[in-house]
């Protein structure tokens, strides 16, 4: 059974920072696409930023320039750098993972909210 979980949210000031981290666990046996996505209350889930194996990123265009993603192969995990935040970043943000196991998967982290304000 693998298990997505995420740490790092909370409240924070507009102009703040937040670091989101994401911890793949179980029987993995490779971790090929890791990103992160956010829901804002009566939207539709968006991509925020992805990064591949060999740290090819992507990013939302209204995050380039604030938002960094990073990963540790070796750990597992993978991380998201918020800086400059702003009200409209507020959302619940999830970790999501393409996993080989026997087979291979797509894979959905629990989310952590993620609120900026004043």
């Known amino acids: 059974q693998v298990q997505l979980v995420e740490s790092g949210g909370g409240l924070v000031q507009p102009g703040g920072s937040l670091r989101l981290s994401c911890a793949a666990s179980?029987?993995?046996?490779?971790?090929?696409?890791m990103g992160w996505y956010r829901q804002a209350p009566g939207k539709q889930r968006e991509l925020v930023a992805t990064?591949?194996?060999?740290?090819?990123?992507n990013y939302a265009d209204s995050v380039k320039g604030r938002f960094t993603i990073t990963r540790d192969n070796a750990k597992n995990t993978v991380y998201l750098q918020m800086n400059s935040l702003k009200p409209e970043d507020t959302a619940v943000y999830y970790c999501?993972?393409?996993?080989?196991?026997?087979?291979?998967?797509?894979?959905w982290g629990q989310g952590t909210q993620v609120t900026v304000s004043s």
């Open positions: 990064i591949t194996t060999g740290g090819s990123t």
């Open positions: 999501n993972a393409d996993i080989a196991t026997l087979s291979m998967a797509n894979y």
């Open positions: 179980g029987s993995i046996f490779s971790i090929y696409v």
